[in-house]
């Protein structure tokens, strides 16, 4: 089971991959290229519904390695963070896949309007992101699973973004940032910390393959810092340049 979750995950980046490369290699529509594209957006669909199926196996289903440093549950932990991982990317690449799952939310928690949709968005792929990395913050250095977390942590670093507004305009007056806001950009830095310090402890890399990881995820973050866009910093894009 656990295998097969991430042979899921594999699939989605192979997917995402074909979606990203014909993004950036049409800049004018065709008949071809929109076929294209409706291909994806299927193939898509039919591996959303086939991950969100997927069920996370239990210590009872995992052999256990018989590595001291690697218990089962470690396993378990990667299982539950590839198939998070999995629909993170598919909802963040292909939007309409998480609407269509939010069609409850949309219809008691916000008028359907494009801001409130996008918000929506934002907010699921931020808060899954967040628990994928809190996960695997809970699996120590020395477990070895992590030589096989790092596509896990440069997927969910696009999602880090904080919020840069230093001050709240509101009937003329100026007042401070809520607490929340605060404490939710603390967990944000937190978790950026924890991306480097768990991409700098995976050893050995060969060659310079730490430096430029660690370039590619200090990029993210920057243009997420500069333009406040998730579609500005999205990982794939970054790597691919």
């Given at each position: 089971m656990a295998n097969a979750i991430s042979?899921?995950?594999?699939?989605?980046?192979?997917?995402?991959?074909?979606?990203?490369?014909?993004?950036?290699?049409?800049?004018?529509?065709?008949?071809?290229?929109?076929d294209a594209l409706q291909n994806l957006i299927a193939e898509a669909a039919d591996l959303e519904q086939h991950a969100f199926t997927q069920a996370v196996p239990n210590v009872q289903q995992i052999e256990d390695p018989g590595d001291p440093a690697t218990p089962v549950e470690h396993l378990v932990k990667m299982a539950e963070c590839h198939h998070e991982t999995a629909l993170l990317q598919l909802y963040r690449v292909f939007p309409d896949l998480l609407i269509r799952r939010l069609a409850l939310?949309?219809?008691d928690g916000c008028d359907g309007s494009a801001q409130d949709v996008d918000q929506l968005v934002e907010k699921h792929c931020h808060v899954k992101a967040m628990h994928i990395l809190e996960t695997l913050s809970s699996i120590p250095d020395s477990s070895s699973t992590t030589p096989f977390?790092?596509?896990?942590?440069?997927?969910?670093?696009s999602e880090l973004k904080i919020d840069t507004r230093q001050e709240i305009h509101d009937f003329g007056l100026t007042v401070a940032p809520p607490a929340s806001g605060f404490l939710e950009n603390s967990r944000i830095?937190?978790?950026?910390?924890?991306?480097?310090?768990r991409l700098s402890s995976q050893h050995p890399i060969p060659g310079d393959r730490l430096p430029r990881l660690l370039r590619v995820?200090?990029?993210i973050w920057s243009l997420l810092d500069c333009s406040g866009k998730s579609e500005a910093a999205y990982w794939f894009d970054v790597?691919?340049?």
């Open positions: 042979t899921t995950l594999l699939e989605v980046i192979q997917l995402v991959k074909k979606q990203r490369l014909l993004a950036r290699s049409h800049a004018f529509a065709s008949r071809k290229h929109l939310d949309l219809a977390q790092t596509i896990l942590l440069l997927s969910t670093s830095m937190d978790m950026r910390q924890f991306v480097v310090k995820v200090r990029k790597v691919m340049q």
